[in-house]
């Protein structure tokens, strides 16, 4: 199983940036964003269900990032718009085997599998 995430990269606050997370070695249940910042805990940011699509997101981000998929290229993507300096974080795309409670996926340790980050860097 592999997640290979990529995206990242430094944009103005106010800009957009979408980041991509490609998916292989089986099917998933749930997969998420999450993000964090040096010595600060990793938190969530979206989730979405592979079957059906249905997602979830942080307060914080609600109405700025959308998460999707493209089932036939096994990728999902966070779309980020109106940036802003403390969305400034390494990104992580994460899945879950099979789907679960949407709270818990506030919880990293829910996840089974992980990718490698991507840095997102939002400048004032």
């Known amino acids: 199983v592999q997640l290979q995430a990529s995206g990242g990269g430094l944009v103005q606050a106010g800009g957009s940036l979408r980041l991509s997370c490609a998916a292989s070695?089986?099917?998933?249940?749930?997969l998420g964003w999450l993000r964090q910042v040096r010595g600060k805990a990793r938190e969530f940011v979206a989730a979405?269900?592979?079957?059906?699509?249905?997602?979830r997101y942080a307060e914080s981000v609600k109405g700025r990032f959308t998460i999707s998929k493209d089932t036939a290229k096994n990728t999902v993507y966070l779309q980020m718009s109106s940036l802003k300096p403390e969305d400034t974080a390494v990104y992580y795309c994460?899945?879950?085997?099979?789907?679960?409670?949407?709270?818990?996926?506030?919880?990293?340790?829910?996840?089974?599998?992980w990718g490698q980050g991507t840095l997102v860097t939002v400048s004032s």
């Open positions: 994460a899945a879950r085997n099979t789907a679960i409670i949407w709270s818990y996926l506030h919880d990293q340790q829910q996840y089974d599998y």
């Open positions: 070695g089986r099917t998933f249940g749930n």
């Open positions: 979405i269900k592979w079957n059906g699509g249905s997602t």
